[in-house]
């Protein structure tokens, strides 16, 4: 874990710079999950992100990221995290997650959506992994509005743990390999962002910090393994796998929700929760 001296708490500014990368990232997004259905490839849709991204001034932050080949990850069905875009063929009822990021004047954004390709309703898709997403998604929003209001970081692990295990059904499994984590001048900055209650307080939060949040739930067991390319994380037990991340601040006179269009308005209204821009 990182010491908590070294979190970056940005000015004003630099959050709008964020800000302005986490718009380009936002509209990015819309156009890739656009482009997502039955018959498109994976690499075609990191073609789409690239284009978009290029035409608004901004750059990739995944793109050779330790190496990784792609402008962004493309994870399937059971695979978690970092799927490498490429020739695969996106199919009926698959559960795709797309998490990306984005860079303008050196401040970086961060955020993942997951789409069904289908609906239960037409008999396209499975239930099941609706309802996989509709919770990840209200987690993430849990965790977002623990973060407008929490003293400590560890507030926002509680909160996602406490939103999973209260909804109704079969349970789903937190991921507890793959964590959350601070956002600024680079796109991994600490402090570790824990999707689950671990029992200590965390970093205490403070105006001008940014984080990541980004929980990953999973129908199965949340044992995970690495594909033979080195990037690839799949659950090992093949069970359907989803994950929602939005890049947040706090400033002196509330939170904004940087890859948000409304700033996360209308997700946090539920909270009671209202959104104040940068000032």
């Not at 407008?148 to 996602?160: D, L, N, Q, S």
């Not at 403070?206 to 393994?225: F, Q, Y």
Request: hydrophobic share 40%.
């Amino acid at each position: 874990m990182f010491n908590r001296s070294r979190i970056e708490l940005k000015t004003p500014g630099q959050l709008r710079s964020m800000d302005a990368a986490g718009t380009v990232l936002c509209q990015a997004l819309d156009a890739v999950i656009g482009a997502a259905r039955p018959g498109v490839t994976t690499g075609e849709l990191d073609a789409v992100f690239a284009k978009f991204i290029a035409e608004r001034g901004a750059q990739p932050n995944f793109l050779n990221y330790h190496g990784f080949p792609g402008h962004i990850c493309t994870s399937v069905n059971e695979e978690v995290v970092h799927g490498i875009p490429g020739d695969r063929v996106l199919a009926e009822g698959d559960v795709l997650t797309v998490d990306a990021g984005c860079i303008i004047d050196g401040w970086h954004s961060d955020s993942a959506r997951t789409v069904i390709l289908g609906s239960s309703d037409e008999g396209t898709a499975d239930p099941a992994d609706e309802r996989l997403s509709d919770v990840t998604r209200g987690a993430l929003w849990a965790g977002i509005a623990a973060f407008a209001e929490a003293k400590h970081v560890g507030e926002i692990g509680e909160a996602i743990e406490d939103y999973v295990t209260s909804q109704p059904g079969e349970p789903l499994g937190i991921l507890e390999d793959y964590v959350g984590h601070g956002i600024g001048s680079a796109m991994h900055l600490p402090p570790d962002v824990f999707n689950y209650a671990t029992g200590m307080k965390g970093a205490k939060i403070k105006p001008g910090m940014a984080l990541a949040i980004e929980p990953m739930l999973v129908r199965g067991s949340i044992e995970t393994r690495v594909l033979d390319d080195d990037w690839t994380v799949v659950t090992a037990d093949g069970a359907r796998s989803c994950q929602w991340e939005h890049s947040v601040c706090r400033h002196e006179d509330g939170i904004w929700v940087l890859t948000a269009a409304d700033g996360g308005a209308a997700d946090l209204a539920p909270h009671g929760i209202t959104p104040v821009p940068i000032p």
